[in-house]
């Protein structure tokens, strides 16, 4: 078998946001949820690099072909009172699984939120993805069984606010 190009992991700029979005889509197609794309060239542009970017973006490359993605943001633990990095999304494409990619993309935001003194790393895992959660309990990530995740859509969120403004 022979051996696999070398990883190079790089922080995405604003050049990088068409191909940015080309994961999201694929991510999308992986979990069933293409319909739901709604992100935009233009949205990624204003929330990634703009005057206040909401998240950061790493691109894994094998030689010069992108092979995976992960976009995350920093969030806050108060009990700690230190930031935490959440991993809003990964993908490595089919053709690069399995040969250790994804362990590097971890491995690479370990090494960032402790660069930024976070108190934890977190993500979230659709339940019917079995590999994905064999890959993560294979790196020791525990899944956090006492807590519910809820949020609200941007038109509940409306609905709830609309409410305030009536009250």
């Known amino acids: 078998m022979p051996a696999r190009p070398p990883l190079r992991i790089k922080q995405a700029t604003k050049e990088d946001v068409p191909l940015i979005l ?23 542009l204003v929330t990634l690099f703009g005057q206040r970017p909401y998240a950061e973006a790493v691109i894994a490359y094998e030689n010069d072909e992108p092979v995976a993605f992960a976009l995350y943001f920093f969030s806050y633990t108060s009990f700690s009172a230190l930031p935490g990095l959440y991993l809003e999304d990964i993908f490595v494409r089919p053709a690069a699984r399995g040969s250790g990619v994804g362990r590097h993309l971890f491995a690479f935001l370990a090494q960032r939120a402790i660069e930024r003194n976070c108190a934890r790393m977190e993500w979230s895992v659709l339940n019917w993805n079995e590999r994905a959660i064999r890959f993560y309990e294979k790196l020791s990530a525990e899944p956090v069984r006492d807590w519910t995740v809820f949020h609200l859509s941007k038109e509940k969120m409306a609905q709830l606010a609309n409410q305030r403004a009536i009250a």
């Open 22 to 44: 080309t994961f999201i889509c694929e991510l999308a197609q992986h979990e069933r949820e293409l319909d739901r794309v709604s992100a935009t060239e233009e949205g990624l």
